[in-house]
């Protein structure tokens, strides 16, 4: 069974920093490429960042560039969003996604989902 946990959301201050951890199990996670969505209250879910299999490309929405890190860890089945100078419309649900072979930023494309984890930015 395909497990993917989130963990490390919290309620920070504008401008601080949080890692995302997300823990990826029942998969050979090397065949994955990985990504993080985020949705906020009242919002769609969006495309936040991926990385490719190997790690080799990512890719990020125009508004997190600079900012946020995705990276991964293949000998630890596990992938990370460094986020950085936090804003308050970073505030959502963030959700990391795995999907067989290709990177992809639309959420339909997604083959396995977390539950997610909140980040909660403070003004």
């Known amino acids: 069974q395909v497990q993917l946990v989130e963990s490390g959301g919290e309620l920070v201050q504008a401008g601080d920093s949080l890692r995302l951890s997300c823990a990826a199990s029942g998969l050979t996670f090397s065949y994955f490429a990985m990504g993080w969505f985020r949705q906020a209250p009242g919002k769609e879910r969006e495309f936040v960042a991926a990385?490719?299999?190997?790690?080799?490309?990512?890719l990020y929405t125009d508004s997190v560039k600079g900012r946020f890190t995705i990276s991964r860890d293949n000998a630890k089945n596990t992938v990370y969003l460094q986020m950085n100078n936090l804003k308050p419309e970073d505030t959502a649900v963030y959700y990391c996604?795995?999907?067989?072979?290709?990177?992809?930023?639309?959420?339909?494309?997604?083959?396995?989902w977390g539950k997610g984890t909140l980040v909660t930015v403070s003004s």
């Open positions: 996604g795995a999907r067989l072979w290709t990177v992809v930023t639309a959420g339909n494309d997604i083959h396995y």
């Open positions: 990385i490719s299999r190997d790690g080799g490309s990512t």
